[in-house]
């Protein structure tokens, strides 16, 4: 491709930058599509089943702590994201050699923390991926909290209502 950029014939090469623009733009609408569809594991057996299989994707080794009992569906995909930008977050940027995942219900609040023994340092007002995380917790009453010193690793912490205004009592 950069032979062509650097070939004798510009309007060619101003072509092939449109498509560039243009693929990059089509792959940033199929990542935000992929971000809302619910995979089947956690819609037909919960989020135990849907984390696990997460965390087996996972580059690094993951340890998970999951209630048993079954949660809200609007809940239960909110914690599936959140812990899926996590750990995509803990492969793509903290050079970590393990993470872990707890998930607790206690009373009417769900707490999800996603720690690693990484690098730290992140920022969560740099990038897209932890402010779609927070505007997804915050759409359910909840908040996210994220610790990072640098050289500390890096944890993320979500708490929000088991029944918030949009999954009802």
């Known amino acids: 491709m950069r ?8 309007a060619a090469a101003g072509r092939l930058a449109a498509a560039d623009k243009e693929h990059a733009g089509a792959q940033a609408d ?3 599509l992929a971000a809302g569809i619910h995979p089947a594991l956690l819609t037909e057996q919960g989020l ?3 984390l696990g299989s997460l965390a087996a994707r996972s580059p690094v080794p993951v340890r998970l702590v ?3 009992q079954r949660l ?3 809940i239960e995909t909110a914690v599936y994201f959140v812990c899926s930008e996590g750990l995509a977050n803990v492969a793509k940027h903290a050079q970590a050699t393990r993470a872990d995942i ?5 009373g009417d609040l769900v707490t999800v923390s996603i720690a690693d023994d990484g690098t730290g340092g992140a920022d969560p007002s740099a990038g897209s ?3 779609g995380v927070t505007d997804r917790v915050e759409a359910l009453g909840g908040r ?4 990072s010193p640098p050289a500390g690793g890096t944890q993320l912490l979500v708490q929000f209502p088991a029944a918030s205004p949009r999954t009802g009592p």
């Open 66 to 68: 999951i209630p048993p």
């Open 144 to 147: 996210l909290l994220v610790h």
């Open 102 to 106: 707890r998930v607790g219900l206690e």
């Open 30 to 32: 199929l990542d935000k």
């Open 129 to 131: 991926g932890l402010k």
């Open 72 to 74: 809200p569906g609007v």
């Open 3 to 10: 032979e062509a950029r650097e070939g004798v014939d510009p």
């Open 48 to 50: 135990g089943p849907a």
